[in-house]
Antibody, heavy 129, light 111 residues
Framework: QVQLQESGPGLVKPSQTLSLTCTVS??????????WSWIRQPPGKGLEWIGYIYYSGSTYYNPSLKSRVTISVDTSKNQFSLKLSSVTAADTAVYYC?????????????????????WGRGTLVTVSS | QSALTQPASVSGSPGQSITISCTGTSSDVGSYNLVSWYQQHPGKAPKLMIYEVSKRPSGVSNRFSGSKSGNTASLTISGLQAEDEADYYCCSYAGSSTYVVFGGGTKLTVL
């Protein structure tokens, strides 16, 4: 059974870059069965989708964060990563990695299934000097 | 401000049924059958409860059901149990520019 685990610094200074890694166990990122995603949740607030990556490197980003976000994949380590630049206190949140099944249909559509079926436990990142 | 609108809170007694609404627009909920619902207990990660409007993942109780009419999706929980007390979030595909939008969440209290 596939499991996801986030890791990275819990404290980042304002204007610096937040970096997190999600390690996938129980399955291979390279299988192509899933798209891999980052989602965040500020303390006491709702969920915000950050972006998706496929094992091939294909990405989708939230347009409101796109200028500051990079999601990458390392198939040799079975990991994918998030970098968020120029952080402010507003970026303080629990960051989750999650997965969505790869989907294709007879109409020719292929891509993520646009729902998140597996989640990591989340990691709190605080932006503060 | 979230893209999808949910009531901040709903409540019900054990055994009753409740419905949580999720209102979007013709650019998201109204255009795609790609609405999902998540349950989140305090300090825990969200859990997928409903996908593609009304489908239940394996292992999710059939007390949970989903539907959609126009720009509004709904999650219904029947036979309320104490363990259902949690926050619930709706989510929708929103087209090839915005991609994914979430609701602001609804706190369900089992009285």
């Amino acid at each position: 059974q596939v499991q996801l685990q986030e890791s990275g610094p819990g404290l980042v200074k304002p204007s610096q870059t937040l970096s997190l890694t999600c390690t996938v166990s129980g399955g291979s990122i390279s299988s192509g069965d899933y798209y891999w995603s980052w989602i965040r949740q500020p303390p006491g607030k709702g969920l915000e989708w950050i972006g998706y990556i496929y094992y091939s490197g294909s990405t989708y980003y939230n347009p409101s964060l796109k200028s500051r976000v990079t999601i990458s994949v390392d198939t040799s380590k079975n990991q994918f990563s998030l970098k968020l630049s120029s952080v402010t206190a507003a970026d303080t949140a629990v960051y989750y990695c999650a997965s969505s099944k790869y989907y294709y249909d007879s109409s020719g559509y292929y891509g993520p299934a646009w729902y998140f079926d597996l989640w990591g436990r989340g990691t709190l990142v605080t932006v503060s000097s | 401000q979230s893209a999808l609108t949910q009531p901040a809170s709903v409540s019900g007694s054990p055994g009753q049924s409740i419905t949580i609404s999720c209102t979007g627009t013709s650019s998201d909920v109204g255009s795609y059958n790609l609405v999902s619902w998540y349950q989140q207990h305090p300090g825990k990660a969200p859990k997928l409860m409903i996908y593609e409007v009304s489908k239940r993942p394996s292992g999710v109780s059939n007390r949970f059901s989903g539907s959609k009419s126009g720009n509004t999706a709904s999650l219904t929980i029947s036979g309320l149990q104490a363990e259902d007390e949690a926050d619930y979030y709706c989510c929708s595909y929103a087209g090839s520019s915005t991609y994914v939008v979430f609701g602001g969440g609804t706190k369900l209290t089992v009285l």
